[in-house]
């Protein structure tokens, strides 16, 4: 094995390629789906693709480059890659607040719809720029800072794992009361809010999973079994973040509501935020 500065392997320029051109896909199909149903609380999906477009591309260059590495691609794609998936709970977040929306379920829901994206989207933009001032941190050249930073990113990654943990009970109580006494709009023929609340539970596990894992790999350090294998970089983080964004290609939740009624309320105002200002 080649020695390296900065990995503790050799970046594999098949995993990075292929991860990339996946990613590139999804996002670019997303794009597009987001112009053709107009679901603009999407956006923060499309911005984590790009992010993790980059990442990808930045551990092909680190490839390219071997032995003789620059910092420049490594720290990209520390940053990009570990930023990426609050980007897609972000939309989550939205989607949920979409789904009580779509089926008049207000008074189920544990948090008001209206303050549901505004909580749980702030706190992420919050866990974002904690975790992407650690990993800056990370990566300077005296240890002392470096390991300062990797404690950042640690308290940022379990901060989020809490307010995704609590999201995920939020969902779980607004779906249990929906059973128990549906709404009319839950009834309608043109709802399909138990089918999008599945794919809301599945994608929520991925990144869970995810993040998980992400946390035992700070808490072992640089010199940890995880930040030593490269497998687990493209097992719990890259497959499962994949399986997020193309899930939504797939099932794309603009199918799953009835948007004749909210035609209006999909029409973002230039310079607003995306889904706070749609939310209202």
């Known amino acids: 094995m080649t020695y390296y500065k900065y990995y503790h392997y050799d970046p594999s320029l098949a995993g990075a390629c ?36 980059i990442g990808y591309v930045a551990r092909a260059v680190s490839n390219a480059e071997a032995p003789h590495l620059t910092l420049g691609p490594y720290v990209i794609q520390t940053l990009l890659l570990l930023v990426a998936p609050p980007l897609f709970a972000a939309s989550i977040y939205m989607i949920l607040g979409r789904i009580i929306l779509d089926v008049d379920g207000e008074s189920y829901s544990l948090i008001k719809r209206r303050w549901l994206t505004k909580i749980f989207v702030t706190s992420d933009v919050v866990c974002f720029f904690i975790q992407l001032a650690g990993a800056g941190l990370m990566a300077s050249s005296q ?11 640690l308290v940022g990654l379990w901060v989020q794992i809490a307010i995704f943990a609590f999201f995920i009970v939020v969902a779980l109580l607004f779906d249990r009361r929906l059973r128990a006494m549906p709404t009319r709009k839950s009834q309608d023929a043109s709802s399909s809010w138990r089918k999008c609340m599945s794919i809301l539970y599945a994608t929520c596990a991925l990144i869970l999973i ?41 099932w794309y939740p603009a199918k799953f509501f009835n948007q004749t009624e909210r035609v209006k309320e999909d029409e973002p105002s230039v310079g607003s935020s995306v889904e706070l200002q749609t939310m209202e």
Do not use: K
């Open 210 to 250: 995810r993040n998980i894992v992400r946390v035992a790999e700070f808490i072992e350090g640089f010199e940890g079994y995880i930040i030593l294998h490269e497998v687990f970089l493209y097992v719990f983080d890259a497959v499962p973040m994949a399986a997020v964004i193309v899930t939504f290609n797939i």
């Open 18 to 53: 292929i991860f990339a051109v996946l990613f590139g896909l999804s996002t670019a199909w997303h794009i597009a789906q987001i112009f053709i149903h107009r679901t603009w609380y999407l956006i923060p999906v499309v911005i984590g693709g790009v992010f993790e477009i």
């Open 143 to 153: 240890a002392s800072t470096s390991e300062t930073g990797s404690d950042i990113v």
